[in-house]
């Protein structure tokens, strides 16, 4: 079975802070995902990456980076934690784009994140 | 937005009836997913559909789609207390890398 850890369930943080998400995935995905969650927008794409030290622009990367240099790991970072970044952070991995059996292949999710911004 | 949308937004139903969600879209689809959340979690995978199917069967869920009407429904038989969750539906676009996926259907079965 797919795992993907984050690394804290609950985390608080002052604002102005840097913080740190960790996610790391056991099953050798090329692809991994940050979302943000939030009641009544359902998930919103902060970034993906397809590759190692790839990376991609979601919907919503304004105040977020990402790194990725290794295949199993992908960190979202807040580069300085503002008030409106309190959210529920979910990190996703799929495996690649196989155009023969429809494309998109399905995500797996960790557990979340639940970041509380002071 | 291409965000699918799904309705109802709640729906509360007794245990050993049957639940219906719907998701609409916008545009083209190479497929639609389905998700659930339980509270606190993450979301779990359910069932995959691609665009060249019209209905799709995992145990108790059933999963049509209908491309004329850009539209997809996930039905839940002889629903359970621990089918209390939200479901979402993810569409993958044609052309596009993302997965887009709805505000979910907030569903309490109870018992």
């Known amino acids: 079975d797919v795992k993907v850890t984050q690394s804290s369930r609950y985390l608080v943080k002052r604002t102005g802070e840097k913080v740190f998400l960790e996610c790391v995935q056991d099953m050798d995905h090329e692809n991994m995902f940050w979302y943000r969650q939030d009641p009544g927008l359902g998930l919103r794409l902060i970034y993906f990456s397809y590759d190692v030290k790839m990376k991609e622009k979601g919907d919503i990367p304004e105040g977020y980076s990402v790194s990725r240099e290794k295949k199993e790991r992908f960190s979202l970072i807040l580069e300085s934690a503002s008030t409106n970044q309190t959210s529920m952070y979910l990190c996703a991995s799929s495996s690649q784009f196989i155009a023969r059996t429809g494309g998109h292949q399905p995500q797996h999710f960790g557990d979340g994140t639940r970041l509380s911004i002071l | 937005s291409q965000q699918g949308e799904e309705d109802p937004q709640a729906l509360s139903i007794q245990e050993g009836e049957n639940a219906t969600m719907n998701c609409s879209y916008k545009?083209?689809?190479?497929?639609l997913q389905w998700y659930r959340q339980n509270s606190g979690r993450g979301l779990v995978h359910l069932i995959l559909i691609r665009s060249n199917e019209r209905e799709k069967h995992s145990g108790r869920l059933r999963v049509t789609l209908d491309t004329s009407k850009k539209s997809s429904s996930l039905l839940i038989t002889a629903s359970r207390a621990a089918d209390t969750a939200s479901y979402f539906c993810?569409?993958?676009?044609?052309?596009?890398?993302?997965?887009?996926f709805g505000a979910g259907t907030r569903l309490f079965v109870k018992a």
């Open positions: 993810a569409t993958a676009y044609t052309g596009g890398f993302k997965t887009i």
């Open positions: 545009t083209s689809i190479n497929n």
